[in-house]
């Protein structure tokens, strides 16, 4: 049997954060007045060492048996009110905040009584939530003390070492016959001009002699599974086969420069790359008296980003075979040359001290190389040249490494635009990813020279060294968990999860049970809102809190403005609306916001709920395409918009009373933009029928 809440409302003034916009005495008069509230207090500041020492001791007076704080944002506090509970004895997950300063105070400054009004609302929701979350413990694991670094470059080599070092066992996978990525194949390091050899020789040969590092060469990644306490690794090549397990994963793959076939007459022999220049260089003088650099050559307009390490490349090497040849005639000619630090600028000086011309090009009129000549019409003198060669050389950019979209998929993580693997928000997180066992080092997140690769990987190898050292993995998350009374065993769960999180297991009878393991779940909600059946509840996000929450919203009186329900996702839209809040950014006091784990949480019936509760307009503000932080959530959520937007046009209502946003949670003015419009067009439109 259900216990009956007793829920305790903390109104914090803020000082004056909160209670300098809304009326904070009379929201504590009319939130008494709702279900289940047993006790209301204001205080100056409920995250204060005194505010927490009075919420413990309501718990333990009052009996209270759910907490809701009225104050700010859960995206900051959260924690720590959670923490104040479960110090009181009150499971941390029987906690719910109302965010009434960023989402009131902050942004409906001018409107106190408007403010007033929508916090109470807030409230309201919170406590409607607050009478039906459940109890729920932490999942712990403890963590395979080992790791596996992929890619046995410069990042690799150097990850594995740090790890070693460390005390603990690395398995060091490369696909190629031998290790040392690119550095292994070029002639001297900017900046210290040191042999490239002597570079990557002095970490291989650290990286041989360590007991505790396994080299597996000409070997790939097969198979990969699991979660940050124990990945399940199978490798293979060369006709051997293996499999081990781990407890932290370096992704150490770097990148390669992409091909020119068929770009500047090259041929390998008389047009060739920069790479092909180390390669010669390594093996003696260049036997050139002409040569033509032609920088960023394949560099499509659509390929936006620019690697700082080829413009070092051409400078370095430009500069070598002049050293090498004083009477070479070299020239550099670049649409764009990215000098990056000071070294760079002082080379540019010295090679230009040393007569190497520098010839500016214009994207229409790129450089041709005919038989004997490079033709190029300098931006600079307006003149069209005719160059002499013996050797051209190209600058193709640095892409990334193939497989890198096969790993990534085993990994369930994205990769960006151009196929490299980012951080999961580099602004606001950097040097995160999704996973906590899984880390990106090196070229494999973007083009990097050696000095900003061995500091990635240093970064990621202490990163992974703590996740090893802690040694168990805690999931507070809320985690989905299947009804086996209601599943009928049809798999649509199982293709949903972007985690593997689900499988099919032989139930009683001849019924196939679907089953979610709690570490490997993430609690994005997109299989609860897939289950066709409904036998599945994403804990503190179940469908009847969420229906709570809406209810609630919309229950306050009419004022006569349409009713605008947000349904956000953490990452994007309510981190935007935070964002919004702290920077004081003014948008319509009708809006009430929900915050969600994922865009994908939010049910098509939750948004008919909405309406048929009075809601206007409905806007559901999700993270942009490639930007979900659970792979493929807002497409989901995209797909299932669309279908509803059908289905009410089918029923004759206005389908722009529903839209969708792309936001990013660092783009506040967006989110602004976009809820103030929506709620301009729903002005327009009217109440709903
Ligand atoms: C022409 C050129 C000149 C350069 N000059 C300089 C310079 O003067 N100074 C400087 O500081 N930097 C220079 N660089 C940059 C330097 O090469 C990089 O910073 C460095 O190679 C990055 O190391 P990495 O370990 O990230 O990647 P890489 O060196 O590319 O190593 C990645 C490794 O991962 C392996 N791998 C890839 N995919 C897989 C997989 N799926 N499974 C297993 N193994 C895999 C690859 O085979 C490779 O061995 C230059 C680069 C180029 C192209
Ligand atoms: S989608 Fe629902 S009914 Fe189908 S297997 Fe998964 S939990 Fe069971
Ligand atoms: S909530 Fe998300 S991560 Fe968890 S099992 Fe469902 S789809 Fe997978």
Known sequence: METEAKIGVFICDCGTEIAGFIETEALVDRVRDLPHVTLVQRGLYHCSKKGQKRIRQAIAEQGLNRVVVAGCTPRTHEPLFRATCEAAGLNGSLFEMANIREQCAWVHAAEREGATAKALDLVRMAVAKAALLEARDKVEATVTPAALVIGA?????????????????????????????????????YPTMQRAEEFISERIKAVQSNPNIEVLTQT??????????N????????????AFDVGAIIVATGAQPSH??????????????????ESKLKAGPVDAQHIVMIHGAGREEERLYSSSVYCMTVLKNAILLKEMKPEACISILFGDLQSFGEWCEDEIVRARQRGIKFIHFGPESKPVVKGDVVEVHDLLSGADLSLPYDLVVLSTPLVASDGASTLASMLHIPLDDYGFFPDVHVRLRPRNYIDPGIYICGNAHYPADTNESLFQAYSAASKALHHLSVGVVTSEAPVAVVDERLCTGCGTCVETCAFQAISLEKGEG??????????????CGNCVTACPSKAIALQSATDRQLLAQIGAALAGPQDGKPRVLGLLCQWSGYAAADLAGARRLQYPSNV???????????????????FLNGADGVFLGACEPG??????????????????????????????????????????????????????????????A
């Open 627 to 688: 930007e979900c932080h659970y792979v493929l959530g807002n497409q989901y959520a995209e797909s299932r918009i669309n279908g509803l937007q059908e289905m009410l046009t089918a029923a004759g209502f206005d389908a722009r009373r529903l839209q969708l946003a792309w936001l990013k949670p660092d783009e506040p003015e967006d989110f602004v933009t976009a809820i103030t419009a929506f709620t301009a067009s729903i002005e327009k439109l009217g109440p709903m």
């Open 510 to 523: 001849v019924l196939s049970m679907s089953r979610i393991a709690p570490l490997l779940c993430k609690g």
């Open 153 to 189: 470059g410069t990042a690799g080599l150097t990850a594995a070492l740090t790890l070693a070092n460390g005390g603990f066992p690395v398995k060091l996978v490369e696909r190629e016959r031998e290790v040392g990525g690119l550095v292994r194949k070029l002639h001297t390091l």
């Open 231 to 242: 990945y399940h690794v199978t490798v293979g090549g060369n006709g051997h086969r293996a």
């Open 220 to 229: 790939q990644i097969l198979d990969l599974s699991g979660s940050a306490s």
């Open 592 to 610: 009430r916001l929900i915050r969600g784990g994922c865009s994908a949480r939010f049910d098509p019936h939750h948004i008919l709920w909405a």
């Open 260 to 277: 020119p076939n068929g770009l500047f007459r090259y041929d390998g022999r008389r047009v060739i790359t920069q790479l092909e220049l």
